[in-house]
C-alpha cells in the first residue's frame, strides 16, 4: 500500500497527546469535496486541478491528493482553472427514442453521437462546432432510450454536480401520454404517496393537461420513475418528453439536433 505523504492540512499519525486533537482534523472533508461542496467543481475537477498545483487552502498551494482541511477553510482555485472552466461548454440536445443518454447498448447508439456540427442548430453569436467540445462530454442525467426531450451533455461538472449531484433541487418537466383507468386518488398519489425502491418519493407536481396526457414535475430522477409512478396508479405510459430542466427549456429544438447553452442561460 502507497504511504500517503504527511500535510499540514492533514497532519501524519498522532501521538498519543495530540491524539483527540488529530481525531477531529482526521475527520475533516477532503480538500476536492470541499471544492465539490462549494460548487467551484466536481470532484474529479478538483483531484486534476490539486495535481496540477492549481488549487490553495488558506492561500497555501496543495498538490498531493486525499489532502484533508477544515471545513471552514478558504479554499480557492488558480487563474489557470478557472480558464480551464471558462473553455467548457453544455449542450442541450433534443434526444430522439432509440438513443440512449449514457454508455451505448448493444444494437443502439450513444445521444453523444448526435453532436455533429451538421446537426448544430446556431443563433446569432453562437460559436461553431469544435472537436475538443467533444471531449468529456457526458450526460448530466438520464433520459430513457424511448423517451425524448431535452438531454444535457456537458464537460462543465459544476453543471453536472447542480443537475444530478445528491442536494440537487433543479426540475424536470415532462409531458407524458398515457392510456388505462387511474385509480381512485391515483393524481393524489402521484403528487404525493408513492413509494419505489423502498423509498418514498419526493412531493411532485402532477397535473393532467388533456384526457390522455399528464404533466410532471419532479426534482429527482430515478430510473424510469415516471413510467413505474404511472403502473402504481392504473396508467400505462405510451410517449413520455422531456420538456424543461430548471430554467432552460427545449423550446422548438428540432428531435436530433443540438445547440450550446448560451451565456445567458442558467438551470
Given at each position: 500500500m502507497k504511504k500517503r505523504l504527511?500535510?499540514?492540512?492533514?497532519?501524519?499519525?498522532?501521538?498519543?497527546?495530540?491524539?483527540?486533537?488529530?481525531?477531529?482534523?482526521?475527520a475533516w472533508p477532503r480538500v476536492s469535496r470541499l471544492l465539490a461542496l462549494r460548487g467551484l467543481c466536481s470532484?474529479?475537477?478538483?483531484?486534476?486541478?490539486?495535481?496540477q498545483g492549481w488549487v490553495f487552502v488558506n492561500g497555501e498551494r496543495v498538490k498531493e491528493l486525499g489532502?484533508?482541511?477544515?471545513?471552514?477553510?478558504?479554499?480557492t482555485l488558480a487563474p489557470e482553472a478557472k480558464r480551464?472552466?471558462?473553455?467548457?461548454?453544455?449542450?442541450?440536445l433534443h434526444k430522439p427514442v432509440g438513443f440512449v443518454s449514457g454508455q451505448p447498448e448493444p444494437g443502439y447508439q450513444a445521444a453523444?453521437?448526435?453532436?455533429?456540427?451538421?446537426?448544430?442548430?446556431?443563433?446569432?453569436?453562437?460559436?461553431?462546432?469544435?472537436?475538443?467540445?467533444?471531449?468529456?462530454?457526458?450526460?448530466a442525467g438520464r433520459l430513457d432510450i424511448d423517451s425524448t426531450?431535452?438531454?444535457?451533455?456537458?464537460q462543465d461538472g459544476r453543471a453536472a454536480r447542480q443537475l444530478i449531484g445528491e442536494d440537487s433541487s433543479v426540475e424536470k418537466e415532462?409531458?407524458?401520454?398515457?392510456?388505462?383507468?387511474?385509480?381512485?386518488?391515483?393524481?393524489?398519489?402521484?403528487?404525493?404517496g408513492l413509494v419505489l425502491d423502498d423509498r418514498p418519493l419526493k412531493p411532485a407536481r402532477v397535473v393532467w393537461q388533456n384526457a390522455e396526457q399528464l404533466r410532471f414535475v419532479l426534482t429527482e430522477g430515478k430510473k424510469r420513475q415516471i413510467r413505474r409512478m404511472c403502473e402504481l396508479v392504473g396508467l400505462t405510459v405510451t410517449a413520455l418528453k422531456r420538456v424543461r430542466i430548471g430554467k432552460v427549456r427545449l423550446g422548438d429544438l428540432p428531435p436530433g439536433r443540438w445547440r450550446y447553452l448560451r451565456a445567458d442561460e442558467r438551470f
Open positions: 504527511p500535510s499540514r492540512f492533514s497532519p501524519p499519525a498522532p501521538r498519543a497527546a495530540e491524539a483527540e486533537e488529530s481525531a477531529g482534523e482526521t470532484r474529479r475537477e478538483a483531484d486534476r486541478y490539486i495535481e489532502v484533508r482541511a477544515a471545513p471552514d477553510a478558504k479554499v480551464k472552466q471558462q473553455e467548457c461548454v453544455t449542450i442541450l453523444v453521437n448526435l453532436v455533429l456540427p451538421e446537426n448544430q442548430v446556431r443563433a446569432p453569436g453562437d460559436p461553431p462546432f469544435h472537436p475538443r467540445h467533444l471531449r468529456g462530454l457526458a450526460p426531450g431535452l438531454l444535457v451533455l456537458t415532462y409531458l407524458a401520454r398515457v392510456s388505462g383507468n387511474i385509480r381512485e386518488n391515483g393524481l393524489r398519489l402521484l403528487c404525493h
